[in-house]
């Protein structure tokens, strides 16, 4: 979706969507996929501990705890830190602290709509903004996410798109009693995107993002997609055999045009000779007759 492109180093990313479409198991997949490849994290939760965040993302196949950092080793450093605890300016004097001790290359944020739900009007969107931007600063990548009410409608009032290099939004879709995710990109700052909205699946194995199908009813999502699969594959089976038969009949009946045509040239032909041969005799009956004539003449001369 990011154009095969991985993230740049320092960008702050923003996952918003609402309850269980999977903005957490991105975080945490992510995260992982960071470790992986020997890359210091700092995830800060604000709503989970560190035990109930672990084991639910174990069951997705994202093994996020063999990494947990001790007192020698790790390159991961779980803090649950709940959201009612502090008030904001302290929240944002503890995060950076965590930061400055650990030194991680990336941030996790989760949620961060928990931390700015702490204060009303601009104070609690200014103290967001810079702890994003002092975060930036570090040369730290930041990943983030918000979660979204039901009746949001997909709109963030977070209102710090200003600071967000990219933003990703998953949705819920409802269909024939089946729920969907839904994934897309809103923006990605110097990053090739994708158009498409596409389908995130949440496996036992892990995550997975899928492109919607597309045929001729339209885009379908789920386990419609294959319904829909399979009948515009028995359409399109059908449509191969109407097109051989048509070819068949169209060959027929460039076959009978063709015997046709050779017939009447046949014939024609035919009836040439037959003229040809009259004509010949006729001429040789008209020269008979004159010599003839030509004869009597010349005896009664």
Not at 79 to 107: C, D, F, N, Y
Not at 255 to 282: G, P, T, W
């Amino acid at each position: 979706m990011l154009g095969g492109q991985g993230l740049y180093q320092g960008s702050t990313i923003l996952l918003s969507g609402q309850a269980g479409t999977g903005k957490t198991s991105i975080a945490c997949s992510l995260t992982q996929a960071a470790c992986a490849s020997g890359i210091p994290v700092l995830y800060l939760s604000f709503e989970e501990s560190v035990a109930e965040l672990t084991r639910n993302q174990r069951s997705l196949g994202i093994d996020i705890g063999r990494y947990l950092a001790d007192e020698s080793r790790g390159l991961l450093v779980m803090q649950p830190i709940r959201a009612v605890e502090l008030g904001l300016e302290e929240h944002l004097m503890r995060v950076m602290h965590l930061v400055k001790r650990h030194r991680p290359a990336l941030v996790v944020l989760d949620p961060v709509s928990s931390l700015a739900g702490r204060g009303d009007g601009p104070e609690a969107k200014e103290i967001l903004l810079r702890l994003l931007h002092l975060v930036k600063e570090e040369g730290i990548t930041t990943v983030a996410t918000e979660l979204l009410g039901d009746d949001s409608q997909g709109v963030s009032h977070l209102d710090v798109s200003s600071m967000i290099d990219v933003w990703i939004k998953l949705r819920r879709h409802e269909h024939d009693g089946e729920m969907s995710r839904l994934i897309y990109v809103v923006k990605a700052r110097g990053l090739p995107i994708s158009d498409q909205v596409k389908e995130f699946r949440i496996t036992s194995n892990g995550l997975r993002i899928e492109d919607p199908y597309i045929g001729e009813g339209g885009i379908v999502y789920g386990t419609a997609r294959l319904a829909r699969q399979t009948e515009d594959e028995e359409t399109i089976g059908q449509l191969h055999q109407e097109l051989e038969r048509a070819r068949r009949l169209r060959t027929d009946l460039d076959e009978i045009q063709a015997a046709s045509e050779r017939l009447m040239r046949a014939e024609q032909e035919a009836k040439a000779a037959d003229l040809d041969r009259q004509v010949a005799r006729i001429e040789q009956r008209l020269a008979a007759s004159e010599r003839t004539r030509a004869a009597i003449g010349r005896g009664r001369a």
